[in-house]
């Protein structure tokens, strides 16, 4: 069976394999892949989950972990001395962000807008311009049943998302494999997310709204040059022209998961999928051997 093989085919790759789980929208399904697959591995593989979806993160209320330790998330905001500033305006003109404006002798912050580039202290004519650390959120840190955990929660109100997210994947496990939970969409968010994997999982279903978002997140994961392959969701619900889209585009469909009544109670109870239907888990650990493969192909 599968998770007899796994430790051999670890063995096998002797690396770390970075899985990333991702969308165009929300709701097809994303975290119940994520938190389905890394449960799998669990028993027999060095496993980690990642919840980068820091808007709305929800990987924990499935796999309930047990929080050790929690990390402060800060960002850099200007700081306008304005005994040495001369209202040159040089600092709106260089923000692409429109996070600071010079209006009647007087300069306007907008942190909320500010992504921390510095361009605004760095090319300050009078150096006038400092930067202070403003909170923006958490990292939390912990383990379920021996796989460890890690997410990331935005402020209300803030709209900086990826420091939280940088700051998240700084807890990577360079050893065994690692499940990141990627942002719906396909913004800034999702590309901070997504880089540095050596797959991501693109979760769609069989809708137009599912094959637009689709066609959408394919082509942000190839622009970063990173292996995508399907799993499609609710099938049996729409039409066929994902399936049509992927084998056209030559993206693999490694996964199917049926519209089924069951599969959304135990979802709406949060209870994941491979313990409220254990056959799942076989299918699951399928899944990473086809995902171990490609990786392979795309490598050799």
């Known amino acids: 069976m599968l998770h007899f093989e796994l430790p051999q085919m670890r063995r096998k790759h002797g690396k770390r394999m970075i899985i990333s789980v991702a969308s165009g929208k929300g709701g097809t399904g994303k975290t119940l892949v994520a938190t389905s697959l890394a449960l799998s591995l669990r028993d027999s593989d060095n496993v980690q989950l990642l919840d980068c979806d820091v808007e709305e993160p929800n990987a924990h209320i499935l796999v309930k972990p047990d929080f050790s330790r929690q990390e402060k998330v800060s960002a850099p905001v200007p700081s306008v001395d304005e005994a040495k500033c001369t209202y040159c305006g040089k600092c709106a003109e260089v923000c692409a962000y429109n996070a600071i404006a010079v209006i009647n002798n007087r300069v306007l912050v907008f942190p909320e807008l500010c992504h921390g580039c510095g361009a605004c202290s760095y090319l300050c004519p009078e150096a006038a311009i400092s930067e202070k650390n403003k909170d923006i959120g958490i990292v939390e840190i912990g383990s379920a049943d021996g796989m460890e955990f ?79 392959a399907a799993v499609i969701n609710r099938t049996g619900l729409g039409n066929g022209k994902v399936d049509e889209y992927c084998h056209k585009e030559g993206i693999p469909i490694l996964l199917t998961i049926p519209l089924d009544s069951e599969i959304a109670s135990l979802y709406s109870k949060a209870i994941p999928l491979v313990e409220g239907i254990p056959k799942w888990r076989n299918h699951f650990l399928e899944l990473f051997a086809k995902i171990r493969d490609l990786a392979d192909e795309q490598t050799s």
């Not at 807890?171 to 968010?189: A, E, F, L, Q, Y």
């Not at 069989?206 to 689709?214: A, C, H, I, K």
């Open 150 to 228: 890690v997410h990331g929660k935005l402020n209300i109100g803030e709209a900086m998302a990826p420091p939280i997210i940088r700051k998240v994947k700084e807890h990577i496990n360079p050893k065994g494999s690692v499940i990141i939970d990627i942002p719906p969409g396909t913004s800034c968010p999702v590309v901070e997310a997504v880089k540095g994997s050596d797959l991501c999982l693109l979760v769609t279903e069989p809708t137009p709204f599912g094959l637009n978002d689709l066609v959408l997140a394919v082509e942000v994961v190839r622009k970063l040059g990173i292996t995508c």
